[in-house]
């Protein structure tokens, strides 16, 4: 019977699934699949399930907090793409970088998921393919007794040798389906790796700001130590003269005391910043090499934040995010295609010789081929529980995915906000340090003439020494902003070998790096390393996996799940 004619004898939906019979969801839903299978092979489908489709970000025009900075041209140069190198002058600070790239230990382990991604492409490429498997039999049996019937062998010896050979043809694109996904993952694993680069820069980079800040700190405390050590020494020969009080010595002392204590606490920050910075690195704790002051850290000519758009491209946690729903998206394909029949061809070729009751046979060839269709009949809906799965999770990637846009505008948005204010601030402190210096002056002229009281000197240097305390925060904070918008605007995973990312850039990007669907057949194409990698051999600072030969995927799995089901199993020896 043709496939139209079984199509019209089918009885009319709800004729065997009526309300209080049993299974007529059931059968309905067989119904419904039968019809769409052979509707699917009349129009020549080759991937069941939704192809990707970016979901629409919903973008701003511009960032908020972005005042006074109009908003780069598409296509044109942000901050961002600075290279980490060019924002940090500091030779110090960049060979501490450069060894965190290589040693990191989280950077190492991100390079290990990528190559287990690597493998899962690797292995479920050869899924679509012919499995092929050599097998070799020899089996001796022996009768004994004497009750054999006449003509029985007393003995026999069968060894045979020969290729197993066994095929899924896929008619549903699930093997398709898995390698959109397995790529996907490959490319968000590569994203995640991204992500840790650009964080490891951040955070040396604002730990390193954090150190020189402490080391400025500590300089100014025993600077202060020092003037006020000289003024307890005038207040104490002012007091032996019969000038001064005892009053007066004890406030001298106050302040000398208030500038002492402060530098047992920096050192011990300076020291636990120094190892928190080793932990970066992935060395043991010690000391960190020092170079240029605090005012010349960042060289950050302007900042020009370009448009939030861009965001789609350059930060490696929305790319991260966008390649899980695209893997999420392929696994709904794969999930569905387990609904519908599965044809197997298996088959196995050979030769053997015999010997039985001390007579030699052979040699002989042996040759089967074993057709095999499987339909889903009934399975208490696990098959079709595995489709919702797959299309819940789908929905939940979309979900992380547009929260990871609006928590990357929210930190460019925090960024630009705090460089404008923090600058406002830093400008209005060193207002603040230059009149309390005069200040500080005066009331000590004041006192040494008999104008005034020594608490007058006490109280003007104790705002001193706090609003100096405070410039150097504030320059630090100032400083720790401008990384955070960099970091924010997805820079800091560039790496610095131009020449080698050059060498590796081989074969085009595959095309499902922006979309899912993947190239028919078994294409080889390589994804193109983006700016600025090199090999992964170099190790894991400057590097991104090569793709491998083979356009593939996770294998499918027994439910629809990717990763657990193995290949069609290989014909059995003969004999």
């Given at each position: ?265 920096i050192q011990r920050q300076i020291e636990q910043t120094e190892n ?235 095309t499902h790096r922006h979309r899912l669907r993947a190239p028919p ?55």
């Amino acid at each position: 019977m043709n496939p139209q004619a079984r199509i019209r004898s089918l009885p009319p939906e709800g004729a065997l699934g009526a309300v209080g019979r049993p299974g007529g969801t059931e059968v309905r839903r067989r119904h419904k699949l039968l019809l769409g299978a052979v509707a699917c092979i009349a129009a020549g489908c080759t991937a069941v399930g939704p192809d990707y489709a970016r979901p629409d970000p919903g973008l701003p025009a511009v960032y908020r907090g972005a005042d006074g900075a109009p908003p780069a041209a598409t296509g044109a140069e942000t901050f961002g793409t600075l290279q980490w190198w060019s924002l940090f002058p500091d030779p110090e600070l960049q060979a501490l970088i450069r060894t965190a790239l290589e040693q990191n230990y989280d950077l190492q382990v991100a390079v290990q998921r990528i190559l287990q991604a690597r493998s899962q492409v690797t292995v479920a490429g050869s899924l679509p393919y012919p499995t092929v498997d050599g097998a070799l039999s020899a089996p001796y049996s022996g009768y004994g007794g004497s009750d054999l019937p006449p003509g029985a062998a007393d003995s026999s010896f069968v060894p045979q040798v020969g290729l197993g050979v066994a095929w899924e043809i896929d008619f549903w694109g699930k093997f398709k389906r898995n390698s959109e996904s397995a790529w996907a993952d490959l490319l968000a694993a590569e994203d995640a790796r991204y992500a840790v680069m650009a964080s490891l820069v951040s955070d040396i980079g604002q730990a390193y700001l954090s150190l020189r800040a402490l080391d400025l700190t500590l300089e100014i405390s025993r600077r202060t130590v020092t003037s006020r050590t000289q003024s307890v020494d005038l207040v104490q020969a002012r007091l032996d003269g019969g000038v001064a009080g005892v009053l007066d010595l004890r406030q001298a002392e106050t302040l000398y005391y208030s500038a002492t204590k402060t530098i047992p606490e920096i050192q011990r920050q300076i020291e636990q910043t120094e190892n928190f910075i080793n932990v970066l690195l992935g060395r043991n704790p010690g000391p960190i090499p020092r170079g240029q002051p605090l005012e010349q850290q960042v060289a950050a000519p302007s900042l020009p934040s370009g448009l939030p758009l861009d965001l789609l491209t350059r930060r490696p946690d929305i790319r991260q995010a966008e390649q899980r729903l695209i893997a999420a998206n392929a696994d709904i394909g794969v999930a569905k295609a387990d609904l519908y029949p599965q044809v197997t061809i298996s088959g196995f070729g050979g030769a053997g010789t015999a010997t039985i009751s001390g007579s030699n046979f052979g040699p002989y060839w042996i040759f089967s081929v074993l057709p095999q269709v499987s339909v889903p009949i009934f399975n208490m809906g696990r098959l079709q529980a595995n489709v919702d799965f797959s299309e819940a999770e789908a929905k939940a990637a979309g979900l992380r995915y547009q929260q990871t846009l609006r928590q990357a505008l929210r930190e460019v948005s925090d960024a630009l906000v705090a460089i404008r204010k923090r600058q406002e601030f830093r400008q209005q402190q060193e207002l603040l340090v230059k009149t309390l210096s005069d200040a500080s002056q005066v009331a000590k002229l004041r006192y040494e003439g008999g104008v005034s009281s020594y608490l007058e000197v006490l109280d003007t240097e104790r705002q001193y020494f706090d609003a100096e305390i405070g410039l150097v925060e504030a320059r630090r904070d100032e400083s720790q902003s401008v990384i955070q918008l960099y970091k924010a605007l997805g820079g800091g995973w560039q790496t610095d070998a131009p020449a080698a990312a050059a060498a590796a850039r081989q074969g085009p990007e595959p095309t499902h790096r922006h979309r899912l669907r993947a190239p028919p057949g078994p294409s080889c194409a390589q994804p193109a390393p983006r700016e600025g990698e090199a090999d992964l051999e170099r190790g894991p600072a400057f590097s991104t996996p090569r793709a491998p030969a083979m356009r593939c995927s996770r294998p499918p799995t027994a439910t629809g799940r990717r990763g657990k089901q193995s290949a069609p199993t290989t014909g059995a020896a003969g004999g």
